[in-house]
Nanobody, 124 residues
Framework: QVQLVESGGGLVQAGGSLRLSCAAS????????MGWFRQAPGKEREFVAA????????SYGYSVKGRFTISRDNTTTTVYLQMNSLKPEDTAVYYC?????????????????WGQGTQVTVSS
């Protein structure tokens, strides 16, 4: 069993930054990939970023590439999402998720555990 708890969301002005954290409990954190997704009201869940089990490989959604950075600390079993140059269209609930495998995957169906989500609101 894996539990994921996100934190770090909030209200920020456009152009600002936020850092999301996701604390994972359970075994074998260092053996599986992790990802971040987001969902805005009335929209489908969107892939944001993913990182492999080792942290050596990452992948980003087109809309966040160059602005967001995913990282992980296998010692503290935490994954991070550094979000810079935020835009109003980044407003959404952000979810941390555990992949069912060690390499990077980008579709929600490849993830088997999800956090409860944290709200990010970017004002213009």
């Amino acid at each position: 069993q894996v539990q994921l708890v996100e934190s770090g969301g909030g209200l920020v002005q456009a152009g600002g930054s936020l850092r999301l954290s996701c604390a994972a409990s359970g075994r074998s954190f260092s053996t599986y990939a992790m990802g971040w997704f987001r969902q805005a009201p009335g929209k489908e869940r969107e892939f944001v970023a993913a990182i492999s089990y080792s942290g050596r490989t990452t992948s980003y959604g087109y809309s966040v590439k160059g602005r967001f950075t995913i990282s992980r600390d296998n010692t503290t079993t935490t994954v991070y999402l550094q979000m810079n140059s935020l835009k109003p269209e980044d407003t959404a609930v952000y979810y941390c998720a555990k992949a069912g495998r060690g390499y990077v995957v980008v579709t929600p169906g490849e993830y088997d555990y999800w956090g409860q989500g944290t709200q990010v609101t970017v004002s213009s």
